[in-house]
Nanobody, 114 residues
Framework: VQLQASGGGLVQPPCSVRLSCAAS????????MGWYRQAPGKQRELVAT???????NYADSVKGRFAISRDNAKNTVYLQMSSLKPEDTAVYYC?????????WGQGTQVTVSS
């Protein structure tokens, strides 16, 4: 399975931006889809996940500001990020659980700065 992320860039707080990640290839074993992020000098951390049934899970730091969704017909997961803060600056990685394996996209930079 291949993951292609898009979106991101340089945004001013408290603007919004949407990330997309499209899965292709052997997509039938995909269950949970999600987003992680890694800021400079920090470990990669979970942002949000969504399972096959639509159940979502969010990091406390983004609850109420970010929304994850998925379109199974398009094999795509989205991350709508609102009320962005400078501390949201990071490389955002798309992730899927493919069978029992984690698969990662290439990462997309989101920089929040005035």
């Amino acid at each position: 399975v291949q993951l292609q992320a898009s979106g991101g860039g340089l945004v001013q707080p408290p603007c919004s931006v949407r990330l997309s990640c499209a899965a292709s290839g052997d997509i039938f074993a995909i269950t949970t889809m999600g987003w992680y992020r890694q800021a400079p000098g920090k470990q990669r951390e979970l942002v949000a996940t969504i399972n096959n049934g639509g159940r979502t899970n969010y990091a406390d730091s983004v609850k109420g500001r970010f929304a994850i969704s998925r379109d199974n017909a398009k094999n795509t997961v989205y991350l709508q990020m609102s009320s962005l803060k400078p501390e949201d600056t990071a490389v955002y990685y798309c992730n899927v659980l493919w069978g029992r394996l984690d698969k990662w996209g290439q990462g997309t930079q989101v920089t929040v700065s005035s």
